[in-house]
């Protein structure tokens, strides 16, 4: 008998994961439990924007924001929430809080346009405090970038001021980001939008109008 096709065959862990369900089922219930936790980030943001003014473009959704999910950041599935939310080609003005399996959240300033300036020079005067909640800046080609490290990030430390503002000259964006990963309480804990908020309040000095 003559085969039409001679594929690969399959290795026993491949064979494993194929009889094994439970992944996929705990990922429908990790999502599902993502989706309800941004929905909550996503109330608790507006009503704090509420009360603030911002350095930003006319035009930014400070109320509704976009809740996303998908299937394929280098591979794997991520939920997203932003909020404020303002993307166009020539400016951008968002906070967006990223899980992404298999790395973690993270949440991030992205901000792009022509108050650009601004916003560097007080991530200058406020790097201090911000180094002490961990959060690092943006150095790749563009701000979708999610990954964090070296050719990815760079730490608000001393030591990294010369590559800080070599990156100011080559870049049209400022993203300072904080990373969370998945055994930090605060998402074992199910407080995710605690410390998206918590974030987002330590990144305002830089865009309160």
């Known amino acids: 008998m003559t085969h039409l096709y001679a594929g690969e065959g399959y290795a026993d862990d491949e064979l494993d994961c194929l009889s094994d369900p439970r992944p996929f089922l705990l990922r ?27 350095l930003a473009p006319t035009g930014v959704d400070y109320s509704e924001g976009k809740i996303g999910v998908g299937e394929h950041l280098e591979g794997l599935p991520y939920v997203f929430v932003d909020l404020p939310r303002f993307l166009e080609k020539e400016a951008t003005f968002t906070y967006r809080t990223l899980f992404w399996w298999g790395h973690g959240i993270s949440f991030s300033l992205i901000l792009e346009g022509g108050h650009l300036g601004e916003y560097r020079r007080r991530l200058l005067a ?43 000259r080559e870049q049209s964006y400022l993203k300072c980001v904080r990373f969370l990963e998945f055994r930090d309480p605060e998402f074992r804990e199910g407080r995710v939008d605690e410390a998206a908020l918590y974030t987002f309040q330590a990144f305002e000095p830089l865009i309160l109008g």
């Not at 979708?144 to 430390?157: A, F, I, V």
């Open 28 to 54: 429908e219930r990790v999502v599902e439990r993502l989706q309800k936790s941004f929905d909550q980030l996503r109330r608790r943001l507006a009503e704090h924007l509420r009360q603030g003014t911002y």
């Open 126 to 168: 406020n790097r201090e405090i911000l180094s002490m909640l961990d959060v690092e800046v943006a150095i790749g080609p563009n701000a979708w970038d999610w990954s964090k490290g070296e050719g990815h990030t760079l730490s608000l430390t001393p030591s990294n001021e010369a590559a800080l503002l070599r990156s100011f």
